[in-house]
């Protein structure tokens, strides 16, 4: 039973343009959402995440919106750059309180210039 | 750079070899952990550790042990390689804010 879902294999954007990146989850628990970014031949890298008491966390040209009552959480990229091709992982903590991550199956996007 | 690193970095075995993967980290996190990468499953935890000598099974334990007899090393075993174990190995630590968990560069093993 997968408790966060990534239903997109893929996606390709323009350079310029947004990427949305969307994630799902089933567990009404999870009360903190992690994004990691993975290049191919490196260790996924930490990128944003969010605390459930908020319903937005920004940074730069990233922002994470969360989606409570539909147990849904996205990943927006303005502008997208071709270095931000890479495969995207959402995750969320087990339980709550210094527990293993349970991770999305990932998302990988291109972006084209 | 959280300063993990894991050795080897590439290693071919043949199965039913005994294989163990190395996870270094220098800055004395309490918690470790290692996931498989594998193409159409994201990130599985295998086994974690939340302190020397205390460890606990993952999503995907069968076939791996593990032992964290000091603070920086925590190591993992395939006692008798199988073909199925051929996969990119990642381990993690930690640190900061919350939950959030840093990743070594991986490992990535071959089992013929």
């Known amino acids: 039973d997968q408790q966060v879902k990534q239903n997109s294999p893929s996606l390709s954007v323009q350079e310029g343009r947004i990427s949305i990146l969307n994630c799902d989850y089933t567990?009404?628990?999870?009360?903190?959402f992690l994004w990691y970014k993975k290049y191919p031949a490196e260790g996924p890298t930490f990128l944003i995440s969010?605390?459930?008491?908020?319903d937005k966390n920004e940074d730069g040209r990233f922002t994470v919106f969360l989606n409570k009552s539909a147990k849904h959480l996205s990943l927006h990229i303005v502008p997208s750059q071709p270095g931000d091709s890479a495969v995207y992982f959402c995750?969320?903590?087990?339980?709550?309180?210094?527990?293993?991550?349970?991770f999305g199956k990932g998302t990988r996007l291109s972006v084209i210039a | 750079d959280a300063g993990i690193t894991q050795s080897p970095r590439h290693k071919v075995t043949e199965t039913g070899t005994p294989v163990t993967l190395r996870c270094h980290q220098t800055?004395?996190?309490?918690?470790m952990y290692w996931y498989r990468q594998d193409p159409g499953h994201g990130l599985r935890l295998i086994h974690y550790?939340?302190?020397?000598?205390?460890?606990d099974k993952g999503e995907v334990s069968d076939g791996y042990s593990v032992s964290r007899s000091k603070t920086e090393d925590f190591l993992l075993t395939l006692e008798s390689a199988t073909s199925s174990q051929t996969s990119v190995y990642f381990c993690?630590?930690?640190?900061?804010?919350?939950?959030?968990?840093?990743f070594g560069p991986g490992t990535r093993l071959l089992v013929l």
């Open positions: 800055e004395n996190h309490r918690y």
């Open positions: 995750a969320a903590p087990m339980n709550s309180g210094n527990t293993p991550l349970v």
């Open positions: 567990n009404s628990m999870f009360d903190y």
């Open positions: 969010i605390s459930s008491i908020k």
């Open positions: 993690a630590i930690k640190a900061g804010a919350q939950e959030t968990q840093y």
């Open positions: 550790s939340y302190g020397v000598k205390d460890t």
